[in-house]
């Protein structure tokens, strides 16, 4: 992989970004608790076909990280970006980082192309328990105590259902300490997830988005997802769900190929 360049957002921080393959570009928005390094696959997989940006959020890797931390400034960053880009992109992004997305492609309005989201988490009925209503509260006192692994901990038990029994074994592989040494990114994005995982219906005045919008679903993806995307669907004017067969939630990560494929067929036709 080729080294990081920086930029200079706009509230003066540096943002750390990578810019591969060619093509109609497209912004790659990393999940909660990794760098650029972790959405290293997808980015190479679209790069066949796109001008690929990957970077790191701010908060993680070679990137500044400013007190207190603002959501809207992670949309700044994006806004940078697409400078970069050209002036215009398509984004994408799995899991928790869609709602990060989602607001950006709604600030940005026409100089975003289109979106692929691959299994936003939203929680919209009761088919899910609903985040902690004093999860970023908790999160932050974890991260401000030192205790990062229980941030993990927490973060795994309470956002993604993990069974208690199986964290001790999580936490004997590397990924463990490399999600803790992110803990404080938790907080981070349960402030930007907040609204969307509470058990109660999207909001319908959040965004405003015209480009063309697709929700993946894994065909081996929990109920809630499904549910979730189309709640999405009922309530922006271009959102096709689409399913992507015999895959679950980490495919983002674990088959970059076939979800590439799928983005690459809707964003491109």
Same mark, same amino acid.
């Given at each position: 992989?080729?080294?990081?360049?920086?930029?200079?957002?706009?509230?003066?921080?540096?943002?750390?970004?990578?810019?591969?393959?060619?093509?109609? $570009?497209?912004?790659?928005?990393?999940?909660?608790?990794?760098?650029?390094?972790?959405?290293?696959? #997808? $980015?190479?997989? !679209?790069?066949?076909?796109?001008?690929?940006?990957?970077?790191?959020?701010?908060?993680?890797?070679?990137?500044?990280?400013?007190?207190?931390?603002?959501?809207?400034?992670?949309?700044?960053?994006?806004?940078?970006? #697409?400078?970069?880009? /050209?002036?215009?992109?398509?984004?994408?992004?799995?899991?928790?980082?869609? /709602?990060?997305?989602?607001?950006?492609?709604?600030? @940005?309005? &026409? +100089?975003?192309?289109?979106?692929?989201?691959?299994?936003?988490?939203?929680?919209?009925?009761?088919?899910?328990?609903?985040?902690?209503? &004093?999860?970023?509260?908790?999160?932050?006192? @974890?991260?401000?105590?030192?205790?990062?692994?229980?941030?993990?901990?927490?973060?795994?038990?309470?956002? *993604? /259902?993990?069974?208690?029994?199986?964290?001790? $074994?999580?936490?004997? &592989?590397?990924?463990? &300490?490399?999600?803790?040494?992110?803990?404080?990114?938790?907080?981070?994005?349960?402030?930007?997830?907040?609204?969307?995982?509470?058990? +109660?219906?999207?909001?319908?005045?959040?965004?405003? #988005? +015209?480009?063309?919008?697709?929700?993946?679903?894994?065909?081996?993806?929990?109920?809630? *997802?499904?549910?979730?995307?189309?709640? @999405?669907?009922?309530? @922006?004017?271009?959102?096709?769900? !689409?399913?992507?067969?015999?895959?679950?939630?980490?495919?983002?990560?674990?088959?970059?190929?076939?979800?590439?494929?799928?983005?690459?067929?809707? !964003?491109?036709?």
């Amino acid at each position: 992989m080729s080294k990081l360049s920086t930029l200079t957002s706009a509230d003066g921080t540096t943002i750390a970004y990578q810019k591969t393959g060619s093509g109609p $570009a497209i912004i790659v928005i990393s999940n909660v608790a990794e760098d650029h390094t972790g959405v290293a696959g #997808i $980015a190479e997989a !679209l790069s066949k076909d796109f001008t690929v940006i990957s970077f790191d959020r701010r908060g993680r890797g070679a990137s500044g990280d400013p007190q207190p931390y603002d959501p809207a400034r992670e949309i700044d960053d994006i806004a940078a970006l #697409i400078e970069i880009a /050209g002036g215009s992109a398509a984004l994408t992004s799995g899991s928790g980082g869609c /709602g990060l997305t989602l607001d950006a492609a709604s600030a @940005l309005g &026409d +100089k975003i192309t289109g979106l692929y989201l691959y299994e936003p988490p939203f929680i919209v009925d009761d088919s899910k328990p609903p985040a902690p209503a &004093d999860y970023v509260q908790h999160q932050s006192a @974890l991260v401000a105590a030192g205790k990062r692994s229980e941030a993990v901990e927490y973060f795994m038990t309470e956002m *993604i /259902g993990v069974p208690a029994e199986y964290i001790p $074994a999580m936490k004997q &592989d590397p990924s463990w &300490d490399a999600m803790a040494a992110y803990a404080h990114t938790y907080a981070y994005d349960g402030q930007i997830m907040r609204g969307l995982q509470d058990g +109660k219906p999207l909001p319908t005045d959040r965004w405003s #988005i +015209k480009a063309p919008i697709a929700v993946a679903v894994g065909g081996n993806g929990e109920p809630f *997802i499904r549910t979730g995307a189309h709640a @999405l669907a009922a309530i @922006l004017p271009d959102v096709t769900v !689409l399913t992507l067969a015999d895959h679950d939630h980490s495919a983002f990560w674990m088959a970059p190929e076939p979800v590439a494929d799928q983005a690459r067929t809707f !964003l491109l036709g």
